[in-house]
């Protein structure tokens, strides 16, 4: 069973947003990390990069598989977790805490309320299985 | 984002896979289920690829192979036939001997890459791979001409369970009254694992040490168990094809449809050594003799990447700005800790030490051809 946090907001990407007023933080969910596997590298944006909504904005790397990691919603890259060149594996160990991925300073704070709340993400996965 | 290049397909596709008599003990393991060429097999158990890849190296791993397809060769004209249709020369082996060889076509490409097994003169025993086995048998029963030979295909009658690393041998003995160390690199005998009559064979695609053992099918449940209990203690953990693919990368091991294929010759693919042109004609052997005497015009070299990035099956890759290659297997090596690969370039560039480029989703990254295997183990 995937874990799934109530303060955050999903997309049918499977990422994650935390908003914190202007700034959304972005990562990949539970279910991302498991069904990818160990991950070993994460090619992140740089600062200052902006980016629409649903734009790719880099790549997520495990030993056997290789996704894109679209952003949710729109804006400029304002912070990229350099921690996870280092440390990859906490994609896998720590997805919703230290395995962020990027802040993005949002165009509109809107866009999130198209995304899905953990109840929606919930049902949308047991729908996938 | 989830657009995997090996997906976890979905249960109505599933259904119509082959299954090894492992199956349910792989679910029971929590193994995820994948289509690898028609069988239903897992790509990896809950520990995850890495921790998988590493028991190998340091401990022991434990692989189903039972998908892998047997066929018996037996009569008078075994030898014959066989050398006939293969690269390697039969006619080297001795009883209780193995090797690697290649089943070639008229044109020098290769149709499967295969283990030969002798017992006797006359009872050769062929080991070929999965996803190739019914065209394989096809091929063979095709050209057996006026060869006094019995062939039968008998996959489903074997399973075949590998246990490999520098505690295998040890975790194995304690199963059997077989002295294993007797036992050399590529020869093999029958005995009793488990009170299971088996074929023990000291072969493996992992580069470390190791047995593959065949039974009967309806014995790999109490073989499994017993040698997963057995190497409890040394740290033995069970390991899906994504190890299995990254172990023999490591070792620069070939894999069908990747480095070998009907429109590759073995030579490209650095397989020379299995390639025995001076005994008598076997098939495509003129094609073979041409090439080594004319030049290659491609060979496969392995390389590894000098900046951040993971060239992946498939890539393209640039010499100086042209594209010229390409990326047959390409991952992240877990041992080694770099990211490696095996590529097809223009003989002419197939140097240690030649700086190429890879294109990884549109960005050309720089990797250098380096000495392959890039792993291999300490005797």
């Known amino acids: 069973m995937s874990k799934i946090l109530e303060n955050l907001r999903y997309s049918k990407d499977h990422e994650w947003v935390l908003v914190d007023g202007e700034v959304a933080t972005v990562g990949i969910t539970d279910y ?17 990069d902006a980016f629409n909504a649903h734009e790719a904005i880099g790549s997520v790397e495990s030993v056997k598989a290789v996704s894109e990691i679209f952003t949710p919603i729109g804006g400029e890259i304002v912070e990229v977790n350099e921690s996870i060149n280092d440390a990859p594996e906490n994609v896998n160990g720590d997805c919703y805490g230290s395995g962020w991925m990027i802040k993005i300073k949002m165009n509109k704070t809107g866009e999130t309320d198209a995304m899905l709340s953990n109840d929606e993400y919930e049902e949308y996965l047991s729908a996938q299985a | 984002m989830l657009a995997f290049s090996l997906t976890v397909s979905d249960q109505k596709f599933m259904e119509n896979l082959k299954k090894t008599p492992l199956n349910e003990v792989h679910r029971a393991l929590g193994g995820k289920m994948v289509d690898f060429g028609g069988w239903e097999m897992p790509v990896q158990y809950p520990a995850g690829v890495i921790a998988e890849h590493l028991a190998t190296r340091e ?5 189903d192979v039972s998908h892998m397809g047997e066929i018996h060769v037996d009569g008078v004209d075994a030898i014959a036939f066989i050398n006939s249709i293969t ?9 209780g001997q193995a090797h690697y060889s290649a089943l070639t076509n008229e044109r020098g490409g290769v149709v499967d890459d295969l283990l030969v097994y002798r017992f006797a003169a006359d009872k050769l025993f062929l080991v070929v791979n999965a996803g190739t086995q019914d065209k394989d048998w096809d091929w063979i029963s095709s050209k057996r001409s006026d060869y006094n030979v019995d062939l039968r295909h008998a996959s489903v009658d074997y399973c075949q369970i590998a246990i490999q690393g520098p505690k295998a041998t040890e975790i194995l003995q304690r199963l059997t009254k077989t002295d294993l160390s007797v036992i050399k690199y590529y020869h093999f005998t029958t005995g009793e694992v488990d009170g ?5 064979s000291r072969t493996g695609y992992t580069g470390e040490d190791g047995f593959e053992v065949y039974a009967d099918a309806s014995k790999s449940v109490q073989l499994w168990i017993k040698m997963l209990e057995t190497g409890k203690s040394e740290g033995i953990l069970p390991c899906g094809l994504a190890a299995r693919n990254t172990l023999r990368l490591e070792s620069a091991m070939s894999l069908y449809g990747h480095e070998l294929g009907d429109d590759i010759s073995p030579l490209e693919a650095n397989l020379g050594w299995i390639c025995k042109l001076n005994k008598d004609n076997f098939i495509g052997k003129d094609v073979l003799v041409k090439q080594k005497a004319e030049g290659l015009d491609r060979k496969l070299v392995g390389f590894e990447m000098t900046e951040p990035g993971i060239a992946r099956d498939g890539f393209t890759v640039f010499i100086d700005d042209e594209k010229l290659g390409m990326v047959t297997s390409g991952s992240p090596a877990p041992f080694l800790k770099k990211n490696i690969g095996l590529a097809f370039v223009p003989a002419e560039f197939a140097n240690i030490g030649q700086e190429i480029k890879i294109e990884v989703r549109g960005k050309l990254l720089s990797a250098v ?11």
């Not at chain 1, 160990?38 to 992140?44: I, Q």
């Not at chain 2, 690269?87 to 009883?95: H, I, P, S, W, Y």
């Open chain 2, 369 to 379: 051809v380096v000495p392959t295997p890039f792993y291999k183990r300490e005797k």
């Open chain 2, 59 to 63: 401990k022991a791993g434990l692989f």
């Open chain 1, 32 to 48: 991302a990390q498991e069904a990818l596997g160990d991950v070993v590298y994460v090619d992140l944006p740089r600062v200052g």
């Open chain 2, 87 to 95: 690269t390697n020369d039969v006619a080297k082996l001795v009883d």
């Open chain 2, 196 to 200: 299971v009559s088996s074929i023990i």
